[in-house]
């Protein structure tokens, strides 16, 4: 069970080159992904109508992508364009096919009623002065402003929730992330929730005055600085983007132009029920350091996210150990670090509804 | 769902020497078969009346085949013949045995009803003058007029009735085997099918004036004969055995004595639901060439047959990736390629629910 | 289906070290062992109650069992002694722990109605005079009177009722272990078989005077000895312990002083309904020949278990492969020999359907 009226990301702008075919299953739909020698981008079930074979394992023609068992063309649109063993061409000669739109270096597609596309507007968040004007997803594209490293592309062998949830609840890392993050502080900081409009939610924390050794190393903050500010704000859009800002500067100091402030964009794909695709990137803003703060914080990063991914496959094959495939919403023990996770599930499960 | 009653290669002869045993499912039957010192063939149900273990694991005696459990032992005809550990036989020790005929090399067994096996010819198809003679599977047999490559055995983790599609739709060795045959002439070739009896349908390719590269090469057609006379012609008999004959000659050449004539036998075994045996030979019509036009069919197929067998797997695997296990015989989108598939298909759904 | 108000061997002792955990399913419960740093020991179901996240994964700590995902600790009773992200523990914060002992070098649980547990005793034998004192599981720990290999764990994908027939019906060592006991004297040994109260059998092998090579060298019996006192008897307890006492000694010998005597422990846990956990050890009386006697028959015993290993593993596919999970207790053909495959098939039945 997904929304399916939403724009995802299905892909990311470089695994399509010209000419490229990639095969992608989002929301449960095996795709077939392809881009025509004039950059146009074309997403169909990876179907063929003929014999059922796959779309994904032919190739791209000037009129589109040609199956490799008995030779159809099919255009961007699902429509057929050639037969090669006959001259008419029966109505029936088509393949679904989506919406799709490019944007900061992703590949958006929507599985839903494609009659709701056209109108709908790609996920952003809103976007305020100074760093936050990256918020709506400019921050991936490498600039004056933003240093990025990414996007990445991590298979994850979890429900999409599981992951979404994760991100959510961010106290894990003081246990999973021992060894990158080393984030205790999160433990006992004063978080704030809010939810924005029907579809999004927005977490701040406010920390006491700690940090561990990575952290400080990530930020530049010279050791010998006693008192701080550091803060972490996280952006949810459902039903799985997540930006989260964070940084620090030494007590006194100005965020804008003295801080460290780092966008690490996480956009959670459902696959399969038990599967999902993690495109990520991190944003630093003005580039810190030349580069320096966007590497150390792409490689803690990777570093992280390979012990996420262990954690929620490890989640995913307990829940089918003991017989379910996903989380229920209503686990028996909520605790309080989980109020973001029952909000922000109660919102997918009212966009899921709506649509049944 | 597959006709059992009907004759089914199991093995190649050179897979079973003497006192040999070989475990393959066929039709959804898991089988023991094996061969005594004397050479007689037993095949029986690959599960032990006595404790359930698999057969095939024992080893051959005199008396038939001994459990490598308990070692008790059944001969061909499925009945024990001793118990190791007590001396009087009770009558329900016997296992399920099934009829076997061994012909041209290849051993072939009835799944279905053992009553009607006896009265049951083996397949063939008519014979002719000259090298039609082959078409009853003498030309399997190495022979002053057959030069033969083969059989050989592959195993398909697809439908048989895949595997059966690919060889009635020639049309797909245009994109399937550009690499290989490169033979677009088959697309606008004339053809004209016929339905011989009521399992048999034969399908005559007219070509135009036109060959590839790798053909010319394989029928030692010299490049600078600017006319010639090549042919195709498929024998399929229900519900997986196919004999292609396919030859040229240059204009005003005389077929018998001149021109390259080979026959492809191709004989398909379901396992089970999703997967089967393929078994394949080339025989040469009078050796042409030496060994040389086998040797070169034998190499330029067996390539050919990897693309066809990736190209099954991938059919199948597809299927499962949308819910089914097996292509319907009335897929929407038919083409006029697909006429002979559409008859065969109807004979093979007439024969196996006239079983039901 | 497996009778659980019963002690079950879910581990040996050493594969528990202070502050280690362990992952083990037993009758069908996937379970989190652990050894705190004071020795004491937890068994607990190995699911989280927050996110439900595999306990297994967790680390010992002072108070019980940290979970690794946000680091909630319990303790050995299964009550949640610590949530890092807040102060007050709910009452629903525990997770369902199990009855666990330790004796012998085993840890046994208990995986039923865990009120029962306490008033039922460890399973043992009756023990006699000389060496049947070990009966009761004492001949597992090294002593004066013990020369012990092992304990030893298999995992064998197999029912757990398959290894326990396989150790019931000793006809099988003829064609089995042909290459390793190369015994066919069990064949015609006439077996007296005896129930002791209502879950014991005891099953005594009478032997004619012959013995394979690998046991005379197993019990250090000189090859000029013609005529010797050897024997055979195996104790089971159900529904998956089974000690065999078996030895030989020269006509006119005295088996207490003389003779090579070998207690081999067996104890088969139930995993899931296709798999079960095999426990084994080798004692040998008195440590005969200074240790020679004990590494014989582990080397010996390692390679039939092996062969055991590949036989239950064969059988079990076999039963998948024709449709079953697991054998019924009436199949078809019962021989002489299954005489205590039926008796004890029948007690373990009776047990579960008391609970049922
Ligand atoms: S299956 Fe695609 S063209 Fe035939
Ligand atoms: S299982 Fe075949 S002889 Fe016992
Ligand atoms: S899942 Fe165990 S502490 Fe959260």
Not at 1 to 17: G, I, K
Not at 141 to 164: D, F, K, Q, R
Not at 195 to 220: C, E, H, I, W
Not at 280 to 300: F, H, I, P, T
Request: proline share 5%; aromatic share 10%.
């Amino acid at each position: 069970m997904f929304p399916r009226n939403s724009w995802y990301v299905a892909a990311m702008s470089h695994e399509l080159v010209d000419g490229g075919v990639l095969a992608r299953t989002v929301c449960n739909l095996p795709l077939a992904l392809f881009r025509k020698s004039d950059g146009t981008l074309g997403v169909v079930i990876d179907q063929c109508p003929h014999r059922l074979y796959p779309l994904s394992k032919g190739t791209v023609v000037d009129d589109g992508l040609r199956c490799g068992y008995h030779g159809l063309v099919f255009g961007t649109d699902g429509i057929c364009r050639e037969i090669p063993s006959q001259t008419e061409i029966p109505a029936r000669a088509c393949v679904r096919s989506f919406p799709v739109r490019e944007a900061h270096g992703l590949v958006w597609i929507w599985p839903g009623d494609a009659a709701l596309a056209q109108s709908a507007p790609l996920p952003a968040f809103d976007t305020g002065p100074g760093y936050q004007a990256g918020l709506d997803f400019t921050c991936l594209e490498p600039s004056a402003t933003w240093g990025v490293a990414g996007p990445h592309h991590i298979a994850i062998n979890a429900n999409y929730m599981l992951a979404v949830d994760n991100l959510l609840d961010l106290t894990h890392t003081a246990f999973v992330h021992a060894a990158t993050f080393d984030n205790a502080g999160v433990l006992d900081s004063e978080r704030t929730i809010k939810a924005l409009g029907d579809r999004q939610l927005v977490d701040f924390f406010g920390f006491k005055n700690s940090m561990s050794a990575p952290l400080r190393t990530g930020y530049m903050l010279d050791d010998a600085v006693p008192l701080f500010d550091n803060y972490l704000e996280t952006y949810w859009y459902a039903p799985g983007i997540m930006i989260l800002v964070h940084g620090a500067v030494a007590q006194g100091g100005d965020r804008e132009t003295d801080g460290a402030i780092v966008l690490n964009t996480n956009i959670i794909t459902p696959a399969t029920e038990t599967s999902c695709h993690y495109f990520w990137a991190q944003s630093v803003y003005r580039n810190r350091g030349e580069g320096k703060v966007r590497d150390l914080w792409d490689v803690m990063t990777r570093a992280a996210f390979a012990e996420d991914e262990e954690t929620l496959r490890n989640q995913q094959a307990n829940l089918e150990a003991f017989g379910s495939a996903s989380l229920d919403d209503d686990v028996a023990l909520v605790l309080k670090a989980d109020k973001a996770i029952v909000l922000a599930r109660r919102i997918v499960s009212r966009l899921t509804k709506l649509e049944a």
